[in-house]
Nanobody
Framework: QVQLVESGGELVQAGGSLRLSCTAS????????MGWFRRAPGKDRDFVAA????????GYADSVKGRFTISRDNAKNTVYLQMNSLKAEDTAVYSC???????????????????WGQGTQVTVSS
């Protein structure tokens, strides 16, 4: 059974930092590209960042470019999202996803992903 479990979400003040983690089980982690998406209250789920299966390629939404960094540790089956200079508009439920199997590309579309975590809440107070 495939599981993606996110952690690290919490309440933080604007300007602060958080690091989210997502650990996978039940899959060969290094075969999948990984992505982070977020859903703000009352809005659709949006792409945040993605990393290719090798870790050599990354991609970001314009709204987080320069502030967020995605990385992965294939030995630990874990993908990370380092979030700096947080803003109130970053408040959302953040979910990780696995997809783009066997292809070393950055996948930015939700339909590219087959496995999803439950999400972790990030709240940024202004």
């Amino acid at each position: 059974q495939v599981q993606l479990v996110e952690s690290g979400g919490e309440l933080v003040q604007a300007g602060g930092s958080l690091r989210l983690s997502c650990t996978a089980s039940g899959v060969t982690f290094s075969n999948y590209g990984m992505g982070w998406f977020r859903r703000a209250p009352g809005k659709d789920r949006d792409f945040v960042a993605a990393i290719s299966l090798s870790g050599r390629r990354t991609g970001y939404a314009d709204s987080v470019k320069g502030r967020f960094t995605i990385s992965r540790d294939n030995a630990k089956n874990t993908v990370y999202l380092q979030m700096n200079s947080l803003k109130a508009e970053d408040t959302a439920v953040y979910s990780c996803a696995a997809g783009a199997k066997y292809i070393d590309v950055v996948a930015t579309r939700q339909e590219d992903y087959v496995y999803w975590g439950q999400g972790t809440q990030v709240t940024v107070s202004s």
